[in-house]
């Protein structure tokens, strides 16, 4: 592992800086920016959640190589409320908060791994991936 980072989330500056520490990290990899723009969209859409649904959490941005692959994982994780229903969460046009954001679905069409594990009052981890394409 090359490069990790931890940056709490509980207002609309923390998530900026998500993106902008995600931006820094994906071109440090050798990102182009299309790619860069994916990976901020999705850690923007990830980090908003937390503020929205849990007030606090924090996003990890971690620089990866598995087997001659080299990318970037990005983890959300909070202790708020959790999803009640993943299943439905993942359906595109769901919303709680009545937005029109991308939404989970959308997170995971932007990126080349994405799982989600969430216990009703215990909180959700999100992990996405964003892989160099060789």
Do not use: C
Request: aromatic share 4%.
């Amino acid at each position: 592992m090359a490069s990790a980072e931890r940056i709490g989330i509980r207002s609309d500056r923390d998530i900026l800086l998500a993106r902008q520490r995600g931006r820094e990290l994906g071109r440090s990899v050798g990102f182009v920016a299309t790619d860069l723009t994916l990976i901020a969209t999705a850690i923007s859409e990830l980090a908003r959640n937390i503020v929205l649904y849990a007030r606090e959490g924090v996003i990890e941005l971690r620089v990866v190589t598995e087997d001659s692959h080299r990318g970037l994982v990005i983890v959300a994780r909070d202790h708020g409320p959790g999803i009640v229903d993943v299943n439905r969460a993942m359906q595109d046009g769901y919303s709680t908060s009545g937005g029109l954001g991308l939404g989970l679905p959308g997170v995971k069409r932007l990126m080349d791994g994405f799982e989600i594990h969430s216990r009703a009052g215990r909180g959700t981890t999100v992990q996405i991936a964003k892989w160099l394409r060789t």
